[in-house]
């Protein structure tokens, strides 16, 4: 049976065909198009998409369907397709770049050809000579990784999608895609939290009209199993809140930018992680009480409220001489003479930065502060190496450690040295114990306890330090 209609993603590439309940979804070239369609490949109408520079796009993906147009599982099928990579990558996916247009495949001859464009008012002629679609600054070009489909979760979602019993997951889905559009004018945060409401009344089925924030938190406490009641304060009243503001908006009233804040988080970054922490949770069950979400696993709920705080702290300790003539140098001397006390804070910082911060939750307000901070730790390295990589520690305390940090960019300015460091120290003991070699002569080697930053001379802690920073300067959350 020939499919009539085709779907097309300008801006996504997959490699390979694949399918998913109904629907095809293939690379755009000739002879997918002679195997899905039995029709050439309409060059002319792909040809109107273009990159930001007016250059066609070569690498598009077309979407089809044997069963006929559904524009309903068509917006099931893209916003499952978007939910995997933009929860995995939380801050480069964007809604737009899952920018989607349908056809009907009855092109005419010559080269002028018009197409039929399926249309939310009426279905029009789409004249693709001499017409031009551009990639907008908020879509990227982004590859569709096939090792996408093959994780766990991703074919959990294939199992549910015409699953009656889980039609509540699949379709509170749409809403949280359309909370994932970047542009601020077209999709305002205020939209994205009625959105965000109404995909988690849609995932715990919430029919009661009344305390719908109430009633939602309630049910979130009972999946996850929250009996602490910290734990359950915390998210309650940050669910009252957010439907208040939602119940504000439907009913006309102007709202304050304030109110799109709470405890120094957007709204929407935090419902963003609630949600997704819900269908994570669904998509891989854990036996027993199931998952709880807010202790000490970096992915916590309740470190929302905490984290940007930490994340700040951190930051001003490390970039002490920041706006100086020499910033690393000054932020050393900061270090080297702060006492007990200040140090004692540092550490602090540390251990909770690495063990208990969100990194979702943390918001980069300014790249180059942190780029700075990140400096001064490989600045304290290389104070390390120069004042105790000798040999006459050496003959008495084990320094060999200090081997390794000199393989380091230590005075990196640039990021493709940061990078570099980041490969070195991500995994720092896997190189240490290159050196180390048998654990039970590490247990003799004796340290040296008068050394100034004793309790810093853990450069599995600086390493840590320095991964976690980097990937918020990166925008990553792994």
């Known amino acids: 049976m020939t499919e009539t209609y085709f779907t097309v993603l300008p801006f996504i590439i997959v490699e390979k065909e694949f399918r998913f309940h109904g629907f095809d979804v293939w690379p755009d070239n000739k002879e997918n198009w002679k195997k899905y369609t039995n029709t050439p490949r309409p060059a002319s109408l792909l040809n109107i998409y273009v990159d930001r520079k007016g250059k066609k796009i070569a690498n598009k993906t077309i979407v089809t369907s044997k069963k006929g147009f559904n524009a309903d599982k068509l917006k099931l099928l893209i916003a499952t397709l978007f939910y995997i990579p933009s929860k995995r990558h939380f801050f480069t996916i964007t809604a737009e770049s899952f920018y989607y247009e349908t056809y009907i495949n009855k092109p005419q001859k010559g080269r002028s050809a018009n197409h039929t464009r399926v249309d939310k008012f009426v279905w029009s002629l789409v004249a693709s000579l001499g017409f031009k679609l551009f990639q907008t600054y908020e879509a990227n070009i982004m590859k569709f990784d096939l090792r996408e489909i093959e994780i766990d979760e991703f074919k959990k979602l294939r199992q549910l999608f015409n699953n009656s019993r889980a039609e509540n997951v699949i379709k509170s889905l749409p809403f949280y895609f359309r909370t994932q559009y970047r542009n601020l ?64 908006y439907t009913h ?42 807010l202790n000490s696993d970096k992915s916590l709920l309740i470190n929302l409220f905490t984290s940007q705080d930490i994340y700040k702290d951190l930051v001003s300790m490390l970039t002490k001489g920041r706006k100086t003539t020499d910033t690393r140098k000054n932020s050393l001397e900061f270090l080297l003479g702060c006492n007990n006390e200040d140090l004692a804070k540092l550490w602090i910082l540390f ?71 980041y490969q070195f120290l991500k995994n720092p003991m896997v190189k240490y114990n290159e050196i180390i070699g048998d654990l039970d002569d590490f247990k003799n080697v004796k340290f040296r306890e008068e050394i100034k930053f004793r309790e810093l001379l853990d450069i599995s802690m600086f390493s840590h330090v320095y991964e976690e920073l980097y990937h918020v300067y990166k925008g990553w959350t792994i």
């Open 185 to 248: 004018f077209l999709f305002p945060e205020i939209e994205d939290i009625q959105n965000f409401c109404t995909a988690f009344e849609i995932f715990f089925k919430v029919d009661e009209p009344n305390d719908i924030g109430k009633t939602v938190a309630n049910k979130l406490f009972s999946f996850f199993s929250l009996a602490d009641e910290r734990e359950r304060k915390a998210l309650r009243d940050w669910f009252i809140e957010l439907y208040r503001i939602r119940s504000l």
């Open 252 to 293: 006309g009233k102007e709202i304050n930018p304030n109110l799109l804040m709470y405890k120094k988080l957007r709204h929407i970054d935090i419902a963003k992680q609630v949600y997704c922490e819900c269908v994570n949770k669904y998509l891989k069950p854990r036996r027993g009480s199931g998952r709880k979400i």
């Open 351 to 421: 251990y909770h930065f690495v063990l208990y911060v969100n990194k979702k939750a943390v918001i980069l307000e300014n790249k180059k502060r942190i780029k700075s901070a990140m400096q001064t730790i490989l600045s304290v390295l290389e104070y390390f190496v120069d004042q105790y990589n000798t040999e006459e520690f050496r003959n008495k305390y084990y320094i060999e450690v200090l081997d390794l940090v000199k393989e380091l960019p230590l005075r990196a300015k640039d990021d493709s040295e940061l990078d570099v460091a």
